[in-house]
């Protein structure tokens, strides 16, 4: 008799490793990391020390590992933004919507963009990170340029003030959803962001 069998199918079922790893990220993106303990990291995920360490042996293992999700996260989005043929300005406000609307429905998303964006000078000089980080800033910095060589986005301002300013409503927009609690209602709208620095709106 034939043994009868099942397809397999990908499960997405969280498990406690899961949980203690975006509790270790929603911690570094507020917690100095000399400041953060292995004790706090488990009141926040809600599990026993041992737990913590059967996983992540230290906190400096559980960084690498809060930093490998990181970067998994953004680097795909990255690399599908450099791969567009339309326009800069497009890629730079669909880029800007893409994150908007990822604030509004993911809460992990907030604390993510903070570790990637914001805090690598309170924590350990990660290479994979800051690489990120540099790439994301170098690929902004050339949509603006391109977006102003258009005359699509204004040149009043640099690339540079520009990137800061985007900078600057983002940070605020993460530390609207960390701090105040997450919600749709404490995200602005896409086009709040990119319209000011588009040529003709001023």
């Known amino acids: 008799m034939k043994k009868r069998t099942v397809p397999r199918t990908k499960t997405t079922v969280k498990t406690r490793r899961d949980d203690i790893l975006e509790a270790g990220i929603r911690l570094f993106a507020r917690v100095p990391f000399t400041e953060l303990t ?3 990291v488990a009141r926040e995920a809600n599990c026993g020390h041992s737990l913590v360490y059967h996983y992540f042996t230290n906190i400096n293992r559980l ?3 809060c930093v490998t999700h990181v970067v998994k996260r953004y680097t ?3 690399d599908h933004l450099k791969a567009l043929t339309i326009p800069a300005e497009l890629v730079l406000t669909g880029s800007i ?8 429905k993911d809460k992990l998303t907030a604390y993510c963009l903070s570790m990637l964006l914001y805090t690598h000078k309170q924590a350990p000089r990660n ?3 800051l ?8 690929l902004f910095l050339k949509l603006i340029n391109n977006g102003q060589k258009n005359e699509r ?5 640099s690339d540079e003030e520009i990137l800061n ?3 600057t409503m983002l940070r605020g927009l993460i530390s609207a959803q960390i701090i105040t609690g997450h919600s749709p209602g404490n995200v602005l709208k896409a086009s709040e962001i990119y319209l000011p620095i588009m040529k003709g709106t001023h």
């Open 165 to 167: 300013s985007l900078h």
């Open 97 to 104: 919507a893409k994150l908007v609307e990822a604030l509004k």
């Open 131 to 138: 690489e990120v980080q540099d790439e994301w800033s170098k």
């Open 153 to 157: 986005i204004i040149t009043t301002l």
């Open 63 to 65: 960084y690498d590992e």
């Open 127 to 129: 290479k994979s990170l």
């Open 38 to 40: 292995i004790a706090a």
């Open 76 to 78: 795909p989005f990255i």
